[in-house]
């Protein structure tokens, strides 16, 4: 097992990763339980798995109780936040017990929300099922719902009590959900890591097979990376966190265009996303452009959108910059971006212009 510790004072915590670990599920939380059952939530598509969790916990001695959520990024919604709410107060959840969120980056944000709401606080357990989640929004304590007026606008910085990440669960992921999944993985060499995006280049597609190890490798890396960030900066408060979010901005905007969807899924969003910031970059002259071609090249080989028309992204520029004034990084009325001087050399710039932002977008072929 690789555990990687979290470094937040007394809100610190493990990341556990192992192959098989869901199997050691009773033991992991026998811990955690207070002699008091387990909430799991998680949503349709996931169910299967929960009742096996579930089953896991009785055969080790614990008890636990299901929710199960719609699939979907329409779940982090108001509605689905009351519905979960109100489930756990049926349920009689008390300050001290833990809820499991057992899902993917949906789950996750919308139970690590709620706990962090319900009786001024309540403790959760990430058990993350996706690519996505294994290696980005399960560890960091970001949770959060979305709004008619943009992603993730309402939410709370609450930090879970243990992360278990067993790359199993990929087994059966979509290869589409997958490559999202990568978006996050690819991110953490694009960040500040250029060997870590020489190894994406030549392993990413083997990870993408399935292959165990280049798997957890890539799982364990990409934790240790945003757990050293997290420590660094909790609150993004100094400017360290905010790297978290490079492709994000873009990103955001095309999840925007397209009703936040199936259309486009988050780390579809983001993949393009950094392509744009890279492209951007190079358009102002920050970048070098080979280094740009390079990171759209390697998203391309992955099946992964790149640019807008592989984001089947139509809209002006314009009126993608309109979404992006609903981001949530806005301050005193300017919006810092995540830009690049070269692959692992990004940066937060709070200079940029929106409207030479939409003269670029709006250059772009659809």
């Not at 996706?130 to 290696?135: C, D, E, K």
């Not at 199936?262 to 910031?277: I, P």
Request: aromatic share 6%; with cysteine; hydrophobic share 45%.
């Amino acid at each position: 097992m690789k555990i990687v510790p979290v470094a937040l004072g007394a809100r610190s915590y493990e990341v556990r990763i192992a192959s098989g670990l869901l199997t050691q599920a009773a033991e992991q939380l026998a811990l955690l339980s207070r002699g008091r059952p387990f909430v799991i939530v998680t949503d349709a598509n996931v169910a299967p798995h929960a009742a096996r969790l579930s089953a896991l916990l009785h055969n080790g001695g614990l008890t636990s109780d299901i929710i199960v959520l719609p699939a979907g990024e329409a779940t982090k919604s108001w509605a689905q936040l009351e519905a979960l709410t109100d489930g756990l107060l049926e349920r009689g959840i008390e300050r001290g017990d833990h809820v499991v969120a057992f899902g993917g980056g949906v789950i996750g944000d919308l139970v690590g929300f709620a706990t962090s709401i319900l009786k001024r606080g309540c403790k959760f357990v990430q058990i993350p099922t996706t690519l996505l989640a294994q290696v980005d929004s399960s560890v960091g304590g970001k949770t959060a719902i979305n709004s008619r007026a943009g992603k993730n606008l309402i939410g709370a910085f609450h930090q879970p009590s243990l992360v278990l990440i067993d790359p199993d669960l990929l087994d059966t992921l979509p290869l589409r959900d997958l490559r999202a999944g990568y978006a996050e993985v690819v991110k953490y060499g694009l960040i500040d890591d250029f060997a870590f995006f020489e190894w994406c280049e030549a392993n990413g597609a083997t990870l993408l097979s399935g292959d165990p190890a280049a798997r957890e490798y890539a799982i364990a890396h990409s934790v240790a990376a945003k757990a050293r960030i997290v420590a660094a900066d909790e609150r993004e408060t100094s400017g360290v966190r905010a790297l978290l979010n490079l492709g994000h901005t873009f990103g955001h905007a095309l999840e925007a265009e397209t009703g936040f969807s199936d259309a486009l899924l988050h780390g579809e969003g983001v993949a393009a996303g950094m392509a744009l910031a890279f492209a951007y970059s190079a358009r102002r002259g920050l970048c070098p452009g080979q280094d740009a071609e390079r990171v759209a090249a390697h998203l391309r080989e992955m099946n992964m959108p790149h640019d807008l028309a592989s984001a089947g992204i139509t809209a002006s520029g314009e009126t993608l910059v309109g979404h992006m004034l609903h981001d949530k990084k806005m301050d005193a009325g300017t919006l810092p971006f995540l830009l690049a001087r070269g692959i692992g050399q990004t940066y937060l710039d709070k200079q940029v212009d929106l409207a030479d932002v939409a003269a670029f977008l709006d250059e772009l072929p659809r």
